[in-house]
């Protein structure tokens, strides 16, 4: 019996619930190399019977993942994960003219089959494992494993398949190399119960169907089929390449239980220590992260800048908002000096911007940031959470865009935030007051490449809590980066959360600086 037999007659049956015109399956045939995988019976296939699927999916109980042989998945360690290659000559479309996708082999890490379905003309034909799709290297072992063990997920190639730009494997997360051919952060399908005091559950992508685009010779669409113990889910991604990676999203969710946080969208990022805290830093680099700032785009048109922190505990932020315009994890700092890391290549990373493509009503962007110390954990998550109770039964759609680019895809026409450093307070050459700390904040572009240095610019700042002073703003020199400068007095260790922008009279040049600033001692 094949791994998750009786999911997947489940899934079958009701895919199968409209009636659909019979199709031929030449297109499929041909849409396969001829020494590509092996494929299974046509099936009829659309989003909505997808949908329903996923619906109907959600009224009876979650089926736990069949795991087979997990002694074996278990030696499939990383080193020997990197020694199980996908043979070129196999993959899916070679010869096509659409991008090739090759598929990623069962590990330690990913013990959990999924199955892989490719769709033309209406119609979906299984992708069937095969050992002879692999070659093992020093893993040889792994080459014994039967003839229906089943994928972990799938990457889509650079056509030459030297490399990939888009991968999908583990849970439900997936991610872009982006505009600057670096893998950086992730996405996700959905967040449930992120940084509660209940274990935050990872729903995972259980089944796949990849299609070329027939209007976009430089797409793939991907259909997914969701499932937890608390929700089910149908997905149709379409990802095109373009300037970067732009995807647009419909994501179609069917709580199976009450959810206490529901997370939309959510994007997963690592940030270490950047120019901020530097002196938290054990690290030679000079900065470690994937990306360094939230950016926020609100439904009543401000935008916001929120630096990233490492706090010593777990601090979730909410931005409430209405209808927001988009908000993303930004790298923005792009220069290599900054990183000095030619393996990982910080300064490429990219940035992931959301863009809802209708009204999504009231609720909050919520920034989680966890403490690491090191870059190996993902320990930074950003995501919209509904005002409105997410309860068993109920049914969600949330249509919206990813870019995957190098900045934000709606440049701003004011000021933006490029650097936030912290150091002692005080005057130089003066005695320096105990506990006091400097804030400068470099802002550039927009409003203010027409400034010049004798303009009257000034830091507007406020603060929850303390006493602010000794503030000004400054031309740095030789550039037409503005300087703002501000010290902070507070008592204790708990947050203090801060805003600044800059202004000339009554015009605002920048964007908002928002920062959860935690006290503490150089």
């Known amino acids: ?62 089926l736990q993942p069949t795991i087979r042989f997990a002694d074996v998945l278990e030696k499939i360690d990383y080193d020997a994960y990197q020694q199980i290659r996908f043979r070129p000559d196999h993959a899916l479309w070679t010869e096509s003219g ?221 931005f409430v908002d209405s209808n927001p315009k988009g908000f993303g994890l930004i790298q923005r700092d792009r220069s290599f000096a900054n990183y000095e890391d030619d393996g990982v290549f910080y300064h490429r990373r990219p940035s992931v911007w959301v863009e809802p493509l209708e009204p999504w009503g009231e609720g909050a962007v919520q920034l989680v940031e966890i403490p690491t110390d090191d870059e190996i954990h993902d320990n930074i998550v950003a995501y919209w959470v509904p005002k409105e109770p997410v309860r068993a039964g109920s049914e969600w759609s949330f249509s919206y865009r990813l870019h995957w680019l190098a900045e934000e895809p709606y440049p701003l026409s004011t000021g933006h935030v490029i650097a936030t450093r912290i150091g002692r307070g005080g005057i130089p050459g003066q005695p320096r007051p105990e506990g006091k700390k400097k804030f400068v904040i470099d802002f550039a572009g927009g409003t203010l490449e027409a400034l010049k240095k004798p303009d009257p610019v000034e830091p507007v700042i406020s603060a929850s809590r303390g006493l602010v002073d000794n503030v000004y703003a400054l031309q740095v020199v030789g550039t037409k980066r503005w300087r703002a400068f501000f010290d902070l007095a507070v008592d204790g260790q708990e947050p203090v959360d801060l805003r600044c922008h800059l202004r000339l009279g009554d015009r605002t040049l920048t964007e908002t600086w928002l920062y959860q600033y935690i006290p503490f001692e150089f």
Do not use: C
Not at 2 to 31: D, E, K, T, V
Not at 118 to 146: C, H, I, K, Q, W
């Open 1 to 62: 019996m094949r791994s998750g037999f009786n999911r997947r007659r489940l899934l079958a049956g009701a895919l199968s619930l409209p009636a659909l015109h019979w199709l031929g399956a030449s297109g499929i045939q041909a849409a396969v190399a001829a020494e590509g995988p092996e494929l299974g019976p046509p099936q009829p296939f659309g989003f909505d019977r997808l949908r329903e699927a996923a619906r109907l999916s959600a009224t009876r109980p979650y």
């Open 98 to 318: 659409s991008y090739p996708v090759q598929l990623f082999h069962l590990g330690r890490y990913f013990k959990a089959p999924v199955a892989l379905h490719v769709v033309a003309e209406g119609m979906a034909r299984e992708v069937l494992y095969s050992p002879d799709l692999f070659t093992f290297g020093e893993a040889e072992f792994a080459s014994g494993l039967p003839a229906d063990l089943g994928f972990a997920g799938f990457r889509v190639m650079e056509r030459g398949q030297k490399s990939d730009w888009l991968a999908f494997l583990g849970a439900a997360y997936f991610r872009s190399s982006g505009a600057l051919d670096q893998y950086g952060q992730s996405a996700r399908g959905v967040a449930i119960d992120t940084a509660l005091s209940t274990p935050e559950e990872f729903p995972r992508f259980t089944d796949f169907w990849l299609e070329p685009s027939a209007a976009n010779p430089n797409a793939v669409i991907i259909y997914a089929m969701m499932d937890s113990p608390s929700i089910a889910g149908a997905f149709r991604i379409e990802a095109a390449k373009q300037e970067g990676v732009v995807m647009h999203v419909q994501a179609e969710l069917f709580p199976r239980l009450d959810i206490k946080r529901m997370g939309v969208a959510p994007l997963t990022s690592m940030f270490w220590f950047g120019e901020s805290n530097r002196h938290r830093a054990t690290d030679w680099r000079p900065e470690v992260h994937d990306t360094d700032g939230l950016a926020l785009w609100t439904g009543s048109g401000e935008r916001i800048w929120r630096p990233l922190n490492n706090p010593p505990t777990v601090m979730t932020n909410s």
